[in-house]
Each structure stands twice: as C-alpha cells, then as structure tokens.
C-alpha cells in the first residue's frame, strides 16, 4: 500500500535559480546576452512573451520583449543540444528586397529540395524547409499559424526566415546563432 500513497504535504521542487537556461525563461524574467548588442555590448532585456511553436513534430519556443525602441527575439530549439537563435537588430525584410516573388516560394515549397537557393546581400541563402507553424501564445491550447521557409547562409552562422501570416505581406528576418552559454536568466518574479 506505501507505493501508492502519496504525500501531499511536501512541497513541490524549486528550481535553482542560480542556473536557470534560456529555455527556463518565462514572461517577467530578464536576459543578458554576452556581446550581442550595440558595438558588441550585452543585450539586455524583459521578457513580456513567450510562445510555442509547432511544426509536425518538432516543437521550439520564442521569447521576445523591448530593447532600445525595438523588439528583439530569440528562437530555443530543445534537443540533444539546443540551439538558439537571435533576432537583434528589429529589421523585416521585404520579398523585394529579397530579389523573390511568391511564386519562387511555392516552387521551393513545392520541391522541398536543399539544393535551391537564392542570393541576397551576397551571400547564398539555402533552403532548409517550409511548412505551416502553429503559434501558441501563454499555455493557450487554439493557437494562430503562418507559413515559414527557412534558410541556411552558405557557410554562415545566420539563418533567414520568411513568414507569412493570414492577411499579411510576407516578411523575411535574419536570425543569427547564439551560444546557448552567453545567456543569463534573471528571474523575474
């Protein structure tokens, strides 16, 4: 009978604050980000949101919030090793911009092939995939959703997204590798 009793009275694990990942991170709680900001200054900000995102099977979360009149973001991508990735400098770039039409995303959608790409800012942009992202905002079980392609820079450390939402124009970003060791949680509450 003692496996199946339960003690109720024993309060439930803290976790150490001390060493808090960035996958720990939760609304009200600030980060700093080695080297990240301005002439390689720490990034620092408060998180005000945090969503899951789901793609079939894989699933990653992003944190957002304020920083010097912009909105920065980073993407953490749990696994054997989690990756994170940073949205820093607040710049949406146009299909336009990007030398790109929307029939050029629905053939590489299409063909789902790692070998198209295209050039931008010059440098190669690899596919790596597209499909349909469901986002869920604070543990709400409907979420929203948009199109994504990614893309992988030729030899770099950056990767671009481009995302199109019901109703909006496609908008492109550059999200650049972050070591998951350079960010410190601060937890908030």
Not at 75 to 84: A, F, H, L
Request: with cysteine; glycine share 12%; net charge negative.
């Amino acid at each position: 009978m003692s496996f199946f009793k339960h003690d109720s009275g024993s309060p439930a694990p803290q976790p150490d604050l001390a060493s808090l990942s960035v996958i720990d991170a939760l609304v009200g709680d600030s980060l700093s980000i080695v080297g990240a900001g301005k002439d390689f200054s720490d990034l620092d900000f408060t998180v005000d949101r945090r969503d899951q995102l789901e793609a079939g099977q894989r699933i990653w979360y992003e944190v957002s919030g304020p920083y010097h009149e912009q909105r920065v973001r980073l993407e953490i991508i749990p696994g054997d090793v989690m990756q994170v990735r940073g949205w820093f400098d607040g710049r949406t770039i146009t299909l336009d911009e990007l030398g790109l039409c929307e029939d050029d995303l629905a053939a590489m959608d299409d063909r789902q092939n790692p070998a198209d790409f295209f050039d931008f800012g010059g440098k190669f942009w690899l596919f790596r995939w597209s499909r349909e992202v469901g986002i869920f905002h604070r543990d709400q079980s409907i979420g929203t959703g948009f199109y994504c392609w990614e893309f992988a820079e030729q030899g770099g450390e950056r990767f671009l997204q481009i995302r199109k939402l019901e109703g909006e124009p496609f908008s492109g970003f550059i999200v650049n590798k972050v070591n998951p060791g350079d960010v410190t949680v601060y937890r908030g509450r």
